[in-house]
Structure formats: C-alpha cells, structure tokens
C-alpha cells in the first residue's frame, strides 16, 4: 500500500495536485505512522490500509516506543503545583522543591519564574520571544548538554542536509551527538513557531520536520550506521500545542514518522494542568535521546 501511495503522489506532486501532508511527506520516502490522529486527514484512510492492519502497525510502533509513566507522587505533587498557579502563587516553588526528577524540578523551577503574575501575555510573541518565555523554560532542562551531545539553536544546521544555507533548512533547536573523530549526528530536531503563525491552520514545519529528521537519518546510513535501531526525536511545536515524534528505518525506503505524544505548554499560570502530559512526554524525549546517544556510542 506506502509503495502504491507514494507512485500516485509523485504523479500529482507532476501536475502540481498534491493536497495532504501525507502525500508532501511520502515524495521522501516518509509515511506517517499515526495512531493519535494527530495529522489530518486520517493517514489509515490515506494510506488506505483495513482496520486490523493498521491497528497492528500501531500497536508495533508503541511497543517499541512507549511513553515513560510519571510516579504517583510526581502525580501528585504537579497536581499541587496547578493548584498553587491558580490559588497562590508564591507556593509553586515550594512544590516544585519536593519533586525528585531533577529535570522536572529544574522545569518547574523555570516556570515560577517566566509566568509569574506579572509575567507578559505569551500568545501575542514573536518566534524568538516565545521561544525564550514559553519553549525553553519547560524544554531546556530535558536537552542537557554533556561531554557526547551538543545544543544547537536556529544557526544549526541540521545534519546530512542537502540543502544550502540560502535556501534553508536549520532547525529552530536540535541536540547533536559528537564524539571524538567520529562524524556528529543528529539526535533530536525542534521546530517551533509561535501561536500567531498557526492561527490558520497551516503546519509548514510538519513536512520540514520530517524531512530534517529523515536527512539525520541518511546521514547516519552514509557514515557506516546502517541498523534497524536508528532513530531520530522530533518535537513540532505549534503554539502551545506540540507533538512529539521518532522516525526510524526498520524497513528498507521506508521512513516511518510516528507521533509519540500530543502535549500542551502552559498558556500562563491558570494553564498548569497540563503539565502532567507534557513532561510525560519530555521524559520520553529525553529517555528516547538517550537511548540513540548510547546506540551510537557503541559504534565508536
């Protein structure tokens, strides 16, 4: 059926017809694996798959990469903090403290400061400034840099990107696996545009993002690492709205794009009930990078 799908799509990508992100996506090689319906429309129906098929695909892809789950006590205490946003906010500190995951803490800590009381309303930003108050807070302390990963911003170039810097294609964050003599890869990509920019509807960074991802992993292939468990992390960050993804290469010409997580960030301090699903999410981000970094480590 993907083979099929992607024939017809380069035949109407000819004619200048193409109306999906499933089929911009499919040109690449790159088939979304969605069990969250979180594209439009449907890729079960575009892909034209039947139920069973389909929902065995997706039940493989969760399997292999589930979602971390919070502790009741995090649970709790992230429950507490959203009640303090709202009630009291000179309390949210305090409840942060007594969170044990240091980055979630971290996070936390990080919140009580950009969205305190008198904090500037987060929706009328520009990218860059939504970026720094919104994005980064909750973001940063699940990307940490060490002596084998580097953070990059908008002036790094994603890698195994064809592409020139004219034309454009440099991620809004990424995180970059380099060790020694050994070629740097690209371990996790972020895109992120701020609430003015998706009041239509439109989501360009969708396709840009899985083509991003798809360049890491055929850099990855052109430098000797070529293994089913490749991966790479993606986070679509569209206002407040974000969507997590890995894309591997199990099988062969077919880059699989899997939604992971649809989470939320904080609107301003009456918003923290979403909270819970957002880090749920960043630790699966942060676990799944891990586990990439390590993958890559042993090829050295």
């Given at each position: 059926a993907l083979p099929k799908f992607r024939a017809r799509a380069i035949e109407?990508?000819?004619?200048g017809t193409l109306t999906t992100y499933q089929e911009e996506l499919a040109i690449n090689c790159i088939f979304v694996i969605d069990g969250l319906n979180s594209v439009y429309p449907s890729s079960e129906l575009m892909y034209g798959f039947d139920n069973n098929t389909w929902q065995a695909?997706?039940?493989?892809?969760?399997?292999?990469?589930?979602?971390?789950?919070?502790?009741?006590?995090?649970?709790?205490?992230?429950?507490?903090?959203?009640?303090?946003?709202?009630?009291?906010?000179?309390?949210c500190t305090s409840t942060a403290n007594?969170?044990?995951?240091?980055?979630?803490?971290?996070?936390?800590?990080?919140?009580?400061?950009?969205?305190?009381?008198?904090?500037?309303?987060?929706?009328?930003?520009?990218?860059?400034?939504?970026?720094?108050?919104?994005?980064?807070?909750?973001?940063?302390?699940?990307?940490?840099?060490?002596?084998?990963?580097?953070?990059?911003?908008?002036?790094?170039?994603?890698?195994?990107?064809?592409?020139?810097?004219?034309?454009?294609?440099?991620?809004?964050?990424?995180?970059?696996?380099?060790?020694?003599?050994?070629?740097?890869?690209?371990?996790?990509?972020?895109?992120i545009k701020p609430p003015h920019k998706v009041k239509n509807g439109s989501r360009p960074d969708l396709v840009k993002l899985g083509n991003e991802m798809k360049d890491a992993l055929d850099k990855?292939?052109?430098?000797?690492?070529?293994?089913?468990?490749?991966?790479?992390?993606?986070?679509?960050?569209?206002?407040?709205?974000?969507?997590?993804?890995?894309?591997?290469?199990?099988?062969?010409a077919t880059y699989r794009l899997i939604p992971l997580s649809i989470f939320y960030l904080p609107r301003d301090r009456h918003d923290f009930d979403c909270l819970g699903n957002t880090f749920e999410a960043l630790v699966t981000m942060r676990v799944s990078k891990l586990k990439s970094r390590t993958f890559l480590l042993a090829q050295v």
């Open positions: 109407r990508a000819q004619k695909m997706v039940d493989e892809c969760n399997s292999r990469y589930p979602l971390q789950q919070l502790s009741d006590a995090t649970e709790a205490a992230l429950h507490k903090f959203a009640k303090a946003g709202k009630r009291k906010f000179t309390d007594i969170i044990t995951n240091e980055y979630i803490c971290e996070a936390l800590r990080n919140i009580t400061r950009t969205y305190s009381p008198t904090s500037a309303k987060k929706s009328d930003a520009n990218e860059s400034t939504f970026s720094i108050s919104t994005v980064h807070p909750v973001i940063l302390p699940f990307l940490e840099e060490t002596e084998l990963t580097r953070r990059k911003g908008t002036d790094g170039e994603v890698y195994g990107s064809k592409r020139t810097k004219k034309n454009g294609k440099f991620s809004d964050l990424s995180v970059n696996f380099e060790c020694g003599m050994m070629p740097s890869q690209g371990l996790l990509i972020i895109e990855m292939v052109k430098d000797g690492i070529d293994d089913k468990e490749i991966t790479v992390i993606g986070v679509l960050i569209e206002g407040f709205r974000c969507t997590s993804f890995v894309m591997d290469l199990m099988y062969q």
